[in-house]
């Protein structure tokens, strides 16, 4: 399976915030969509990405107060964010995450961000195809005898 028909599946909405913004509007984002990162866009440019580890490190250096600190102080800058093309696998999805000890990767179409994917997604996806793979087996099996 392609990331493109996994993120036709799960959809492909991408919740951002800016740099300026203080972590707090990140924080409600998490809360209230149920992620674990916002990619930071700047003119539809992706600048960053924030992440709830980024979060907890700052909330834990700074012992919780971290109310007006401003996305740009935790997020990971671009050169520095890893990406995949939205024609990969699943199962190179799966090797990068693992390879960087990511949860979270930006999928991208040309230079166009398109989605995002994370560690979970990539599971079920993964799930999907065994137990897919497995129906077929047994039919063959069945058809056999």
């Given at each position: 399976?392609?990331?493109?028909?996994?993120?036709?599946?799960?959809g492909?909405?991408?919740?951002?915030?800016?740099?300026?913004?203080?972590?707090?509007?990140?924080?409600?984002?998490?809360?209230?969509?149920?992620?674990?990162s916002?990619?930071?866009?700047?003119?539809?440019?992706?600048?960053?990405?924030?992440?709830?580890?980024?979060?907890?490190?700052?909330?834990?250096?700074?012992?919780?107060?971290?109310?007006?600190?401003?996305?740009?102080?935790?997020?990971?800058?671009?050169?520095?964010?890893?990406?995949?093309?939205?024609?990969?696998?699943?199962?190179?999805?799966?090797?990068?995450?693992?390879e960087?000890?990511?949860?979270?990767?930006?999928?991208?179409?040309?230079?166009?961000?398109?989605?995002?994917?994370?560690?979970?997604?990539?599971?079920?996806?993964?799930?999907?195809?065994?137990?897919?793979?497995?129906?077929?087996?047994?039919?063959?099996?069945?058809?056999?005898?």
């Amino acid at each position: 399976m392609k990331l493109q028909d996994l993120l036709k599946k799960k959809g492909s909405t991408i919740f951002s915030v800016k740099r300026d913004d203080v972590i707090c509007k990140a924080i409600d984002l998490f809360n209230q969509k149920r992620i674990g990162s916002v990619m930071v866009m700047e003119d539809e440019k992706l600048i960053g990405i924030l992440t709830e580890r980024d979060i907890i490190k700052r909330l834990y250096h700074d012992k919780g107060n971290v109310k007006n600190v401003k996305i740009s102080e935790l997020m990971t800058a671009s050169k520095d964010i890893i990406t995949i093309d939205e024609g990969k696998s699943i199962e190179d999805a799966m090797d990068i995450m693992i390879e960087h000890n990511v949860r979270h990767i930006p999928v991208f179409k040309d230079d166009k961000l398109v989605g995002v994917i994370s560690i979970g997604d990539v599971v079920k996806a993964l799930l999907f195809v065994a137990k897919k793979e497995k129906e077929i087996l047994k039919d063959y099996i069945n058809s056999s005898y």
